[in-house]
């Protein structure tokens, strides 16, 4: 039983600014549920971070998960740059500490709960489900509000 996450985040005008973010998780059936919340203010890398909990935690613990996002800094940080961090004590290679710290413990411990793959989608691109997410996103800000899946 496969599950799929588009997630992607949003600021608006500026960033730092109004945060959103907005997540389309599709089931092992197709079934599609869209989720989408608003944060205040915030940066896009927060909202980015967000959008992949939000959208991972509507996955049951134990399944199979792709994360699908067009943000390097929420896949990377996943695949790349999280053991180290977690070696150095949630420190960078500066040696400061590591932006969102929070976020990123919330991110880990829900892809730790699932099997979670990630693939990176070009933003913009035509990607129908992560242009969903993206419009979700924009949603929350026009709303400022969240959806309840």
């Not at 205040?40 to 792709?66: K, S």
């Not at 943000?71 to 500490?97: C, D, H, I, M």
Request: aromatic residues 8%; charged residues 25%.
């Amino acid at each position: 039983m496969r599950w799929t996450a588009y997630t992607d985040g949003a600021c608006a005008p500026t960033n730092p600014g109004p945060a959103g973010w907005g997540a389309v998780v599709i089931g092992p059936g197709g079934e599609e549920v869209d989720h989408f919340g608003f944060i205040g203010l915030g940066t896009n890398q927060i909202a980015e971070l967000t959008a992949a909990i939000e959208g991972l935690e509507l996955v049951p613990p134990g399944a199979e998960v792709e994360l699908v996002s067009d943000s390097q800094y929420v896949l990377k940080g996943l695949t790349e740059w999280r053991a180290n961090w977690e070696r150095k004590g949630f420190r960078n290679s500066k040696g400061e500490p590591v932006a969102n710290q929070q976020l990123w413990k919330r991110l880990f411990t829900a892809a730790d709960a699932r099997r979670v793959s990630v693939r990176w989608v070009r933003g913009h691109n035509g990607d129908r489900r992560n242009e969903k997410a993206d419009a979700l996103a924009n949603k929350a800000l026009a709303l400022k509000t969240r959806s309840d899946a």
